[in-house]
Nanobody, 123 residues
Framework: VQLQASGGGLVQAGGSLRLSCAAS????????MGWFRQAPGKEREFVAA????????YYADSVSGRFTISRDNAKNTVYLQMNSLKPEDTAVYYC?????????????????WGQGTQVTVSS
């Protein structure tokens, strides 16, 4: 699976961005999808995940209620709608896919990764 993330940018605190991740190469609907982020000097951390059907979604406590993950299997794309952005959301955001079930919170369980897109939130 090849993953291409886009939609990052510079936004003021309180603003919104929508990230997209387009997949190609394998059957997209067979893969759980996740978003992770990595800030300078910090480890990569889980942000959100969605299962193959889109019926089950998972969020980090730090983004719950502000971010929404969704997917369109017909378009082979997963989205991350980010609202009420805070400066601490500044990071490179990565999308990832996993074929096996379970363990959506753990980066090591994901099989394929996109290249990342920078999100910068100014105060």
């Amino acid at each position: 699976v090849q993953l291409q993330a886009s939609g990052g940018g510079l936004v003021q605190a309180g603003g919104s961005l929508r990230l997209s991740c387009a997949a190609s190469g394998r059957t997209f609907s067979n893969y759980d999808m996740g978003w992770f982020r990595q800030a300078p000097g910090k480890e990569r951390e889980f942000v959100a995940a969605i299962d193959t059907s889109g019926n089950n979604k998972y969020y980090a406590d730090s983004v719950s209620g502000r971010f929404t993950i969704s997917r369109d299997n017909a378009k082979n794309t997963v989205y991350l709608q980010m609202n009420s952005l805070k400066p601490e959301d500044t990071a490179v955001y990565y999308c990832a896919s996993k074929y096996s079930r379970g363990g959506v919170y753990y980066a090591a369980t994901y099989d394929y990764w996109g290249q990342g897109t920078q999100v910068t939130v100014s105060s």
